[in-house]
């Protein structure tokens, strides 16, 4: 089970890479932001389960729920921004 | 009880190769933020749900599920504030006779545009 476990890290790694593509081929920006929030919400589930590979939970569920909340303000941040300054930057 | 997580949290890594593979295979900006957005919150919820199994009762338990509850609620509101935005400005779906979307709002296209425009969003 800690094998599988470090295999699932490794493959949820090896994911963020192929969405990085997206991130750099993007045709807009709206493209870039939601591969950067799939990124993210990745990386949340790559913390845990690091936190279970070095037995050590209590102390990466508190990186990633302080990860998964930057990941939620940057996106909705990113969306108002671009709802309410985007017309003018065309 | 290994062999139920080790299945959920396998069935949470097979949700989220199809959320990337849909995520670069898409033709379209709406296309790939429903694909993103529900299938990656599978992914998470069942994923926690095997790490929840595999680590027995314990207070562990509660920090997973408020993880999961706060995953379930911001991944959908994250891909519902961009895709808005994206929609709110104009953009087209993709549609067998529009194979190329852009930027059209107020009927103009964005070659009609100065070009200095078009850098801030492409």
């Known amino acids: 089970m800690e094998g599988f476990i470090i295999f699932a890290a490794f493959f949820i790694l090896i994911l963020n890479v192929v969405c990085l593509y997206r991130v750099v081929r993007?045709?807009?920006?709206?493209?870039?932001?939601?591969?950067?929030?799939?990124?993210?919400?990745?990386?949340?589930?790559l913390i845990v389960l690091v936190g279970f590979i070095f037995e050590r939970i209590d102390m990466f569920f508190d990186i990633a729920v302080a990860?998964?909340?930057?990941?939620?303000?940057?996106?909705?941040?990113?969306?108002?921004?671009?709802?309410?300054?985007?017309?003018?930057?065309? | 009880m290994n062999i139920?997580?080790?299945?959920?949290i396998a069935a949470g890594l097979f949700f989220l190769s199809i959320s990337c593979f849909g995520l670069i295979r898409l033709p379209d900006f709406y296309a790939r933020n429903h694909a993103a957005g529900k299938s990656g919150t599978l992914a998470a919820m069942l994923i926690l749900v095997g790490l929840a199994i595999y680590n027995g009762f314990d207070i562990t338990i509660l920090r997973l599920f408020i993880i999961l509850l706060f995953l379930g609620v911001s991944s959908p509101t994250a891909?519902?504030?961009?895709?808005?935005?994206?929609?709110?400005?104009?953009?087209?779906?993709?549609?067998?006779?529009n194979r190329n979307p852009e930027f059209s709002h107020d009927g103009g296209t964005p070659q009609d545009e100065s070009s200095s425009s078009n850098e801030a969003l492409h």
């Open chain 1, 26 to 45: 993007g045709p807009n920006v709206f493209d870039r932001a939601l591969a950067v929030s799939v990124i993210g919400n990745n990386t949340v589930l």
């Open chain 1, 67 to 90: 990860y998964a909340l930057l990941n939620f303000m940057l996106s909705i941040a990113l969306g108002k921004y671009f709802e309410r300054w985007g017309k003018r930057s065309r």
């Open chain 2, 4 to 8: 139920l997580a080790a299945v959920l």
């Open chain 2, 79 to 97: 891909t519902h504030a961009i895709a808005r935005a994206a929609y709110k400005l104009g953009l087209e779906p993709w549609t067998l006779k």
